[in-house]
């Protein structure tokens, strides 16, 4: 009870939202979603319990604002900008696939921020 509230509360959710929006925040399987919090949390300071909490937040927040086919394409995009050598060259002189990243980032900032999650 306590997470849905602080989740509807940092994640902007309000009961009057659209069903589309609803229905989109939905289509993301649950073993991404899974992924994204191990990571998150895995990466994440603190008490593990409550990244957990802060971290499902942001891909909830996230899941709201992207469809999940984008979500696919702009989280392959930032993660591939870190692979070394020329098979990371590749991906980073794809300019396109450098602003998918980029909206991606920034959007994990912003459910970063909405979600209380430290910096």
């Known amino acids: 009870m306590i997470r849905k509230l602080l989740c509807t509360l940092a994640c902007g959710l309000v009961p009057w939202a659209p069903a589309a929006v609803a229905a989109t925040a939905n289509d993301y399987p649950t073993l991404d979603r899974v992924e994204y919090v191990?990571?998150?949390?895995?990466d994440a300071h603190g008490p593990a319990q409550e990244n957990i909490y802060k971290c499902t937040c942001m891909i909830d927040s996230i899941a709201q604002r992207l469809p999940y086919d984008q979500y696919v394409e702009y989280s392959t995009s930032a993660n591939a900008l870190s692979i070394g050598g020329e098979r990371g060259e590749t991906m980073r002189s794809y300019t396109a696939g450098k602003e998918m990243a980029?909206?991606?980032?920034?959007?994990?900032?912003e459910a970063r921020k909405a979600c209380l999650m430290g910096a």
């Open 102 to 109: 980029s909206k991606f980032r920034a959007m994990q900032a």
């Open 38 to 42: 191990l990571g998150c949390a895995r």
